[in-house]
Structure formats: C-alpha cells, structure tokens
C-alpha cells in the first residue's frame, strides 16, 4: 500500500515537471553550457601548459568531466531547499505530515520525480556533448568497473538526499538558512569532485577530504570508471561511503525529530 502512495507521488510530481516547459528549457541550456566551459578549460590549460598530472591525459579528464555531467543529471538533489525553503520556512511542512506517507519518503519521492524529467531533457544536450568530445572519450570500461560505477552511483544519491535534507533542517533553528545553504554548495562543489578531481587539490585539501563525505558525491562514481582500481581499495571505500550514509541517516533522524519538537514548541 506505501508502495503504491509513493509510486503516485512520484507520477504526478514528473507530470508538474513536463508542464513547467519554460524552467526545464532554462535548465536544459545550463546543463550544456556550464560542462561544455569546463571541458574547454581543461582542455585549454592542458594545451597551454603541455603537461598535466600524471595519469591523466586529456582523453582522462575529458571523460571524467562527461561523466560527473551525467552524474550531476542523475543523482544530484535540491533537498536543501525544498525542504528548508519551501517546507519549513514557508509553513507547508505542518500539512506535509498529515499526507498518509512518512515525510522523508514523501520528498524522496518528489525529488525522484523531478529528477527523472531533468535527467531524460538534459540527454538532448548531453548527447550534443558527447558528439562534439567524442575523440576525447575513453569509454571501454570492465564489468567490475560498470558494477562499481551503479553501486557508488546508488550510494551517491542516497548520502546527497539525506545529506541536504539535514541541510535543509537547519531552516528549524535559524529564520533564514540561505547562509548555511549556499555554504555547503561552496564545500561540495571543492570537495565533491564536480569542478576538480580530487587528484588536483592541494595535499592538505586531499587529506581533510578523506574526513567528509562529500567525495562520495561524484568524484567515486566517476572514478571508479575512468580507474582501474583494486578491489580491496573498492571494497574499503564502499564500507566507508555507507558508514557515511548510516552516520547521515542518524543525524537526520535526530534533527527531525528536535525540530518538529522546536516548531510545536513555537506554536
């Protein structure tokens, strides 16, 4: 019965999204252009200094760049603001818990939805993307390398959802959380692998990233096909990406649970 809630949660949330043409046309230009500047930078600093890190060539980074594209379309979320914007601060989430669904699976639900409809538009602009960069592409990938790539991709949207949920929850405490939310996309877009790979920080930034989770956003699902990487070195990252996701779960159930109590408290 849940099932089947959460299933028409999830249709009529990607029926809204067809409607809003205008926004998803918007959405459909930026996720062309801003990959498309990326590649060209790199691929411009490459042939301006005439070398780079090694291991990675440009064939390398053009891929890893398509790849993070893709995975930015696929698994990234806008819980942050959903939930602490339009849910808390503007009063809706008191007729939210009402809905016959837990809340949590109620926004998971609608953000799965919205991310469908992105994901299938942005596939036009991705598809003139890998037309354009197709000499760059390194796309023979093993098996091991396609089954890690869908588990840390799994993985990946799991830690982002409840990681911006709990980043959306701080809207319980303070009265604008624009702050705190704009803060946490200037560490994911360092520290997540979306603008640089990892391999390029400077040491000490690579050394505090083994202490956040936010590698686990794009950098492990990307690397984990453009490298060939041992299974022992798999089999660790992926204990540390779902002790990652439990640790999130906890903080979330906790920061729920007080601010609910914070919001009636108030009323």
Do not use: C
């Not at 197709?134 to 093993?142: A, H, I, M, P, V």
């Not at 002790?243 to 601010?259: A, D, E, K």
């Amino acid at each position: 019965m849940l099932m089947k809630k959460l299933w028409a949660i999830y249709k009529a949330t990607i029926t809204e999204s067809v409607n809003r043409r205008g926004e998803m046309l918007v959405y459909v230009l930026q996720d062309f252009i801003g990959p498309l500047l990326s590649i060209l930078l790199w691929i411009g600093i490459v042939n301006y200094s005439g070398s780079i890190q090694a291991g990675w060539g440009i064939d390398k980074i053009v891929s890893y760049f398509m790849i993070t594209t893709l995975l930015t379309l696929a698994v990234n979320h806008y819980t942050d603001t959903l939930v602490g914007y339009e849910h808390i601060a503007q009063g809706e989430i008191a007729g939210l818990l009402l809905k016959p669904v837990p809340y949590h699976l109620y926004v998971f639900s609608t953000e799965s939805g919205w991310k469908t409809v992105r994901l299938l538009v942005s596939l036009i602009p991705l598809g003139f993307l890998l037309f354009i960069f197709k000499d760059f592409l390194r796309l023979n990938f093993s098996a091991l390398q396609i089954i890690a790539a869908v588990f840390f991709s799994i993985l990946a949207y799991l830690i982002i959802f409840f990681f911006k949920f709990i980043i959306g929850m701080s809207a319980f405490w303070v009265t604008a959380n624009d702050g705190i939310v704009h803060t946490s996309w200037a560490f994911q877009s360092i520290f997540s692998g979306r603008l640089i790979p990892f391999n390029f920080l400077p040491p000490i930034m690579q050394n505090l990233s083994l202490w956040l989770p936010f590698r686990f956003f794009f950098y492990m699902p990307a690397n984990v096909l453009i490298s060939e990487l041992p299974i022992g070195i798999l089999i660790k990252e992926a204990g540390i990406g779902i002790l990652w996701l439990t640790v999130l779960i906890i903080i979330n159930r906790w920061m729920f649970n007080n601010g609910l109590k914070r919001l009636t408290d108030t009323k």
